[in-house]
């Protein structure tokens, strides 16, 4: 399977029902994410502490999904309990690194 994801842009990937998803931490994703979420800086922090909700973590996977307008959210959800919490954890790495460090 070939990743279309690309690192140099903050991009990571996700396997949502059988399709692979770019996940694009845009300004307007992580804008939208916030209003759901709560601050960024506080999803973070919970992260960095374990305390993370899934629905949280489906949440940001759905708001930076690069055509989530042609992904149902549930189906994202889906997928990050077919990945388990440890297979999750790449994907959520990456958006927090760019959340936190930006692009370098």
Do not use: Y
């Not at 629905?55 to 189906?75: N, T």
């Amino acid at each position: 399977m070939i990743d279309p994801a690309n690192p140099e842009r903050g991009e990571t990937a996700l396997v949502v029902a059988g399709q692979v998803r770019v996940l694009r931490p845009t300004f307007s994703a992580l804008v939208a994410a916030e209003e759901e979420l709560g601050p960024l800086f506080a999803l973070v922090e919970r992260a960095s502490e374990g305390q993370l909700r899934l629905a949280e973590i489906a949440g940001l996977f759905w708001h930076c999904c690069a055509e989530r307008e042609r992904v149902p959210r549930e189906a994202v959800g889906e997928a990050v309990m077919a990945l388990g919490l440890a297979g999750a954890s790449a994907p959520l790495r990456e958006l927090l690194k760019q959340i936190l460090q930006g692009r370098t």
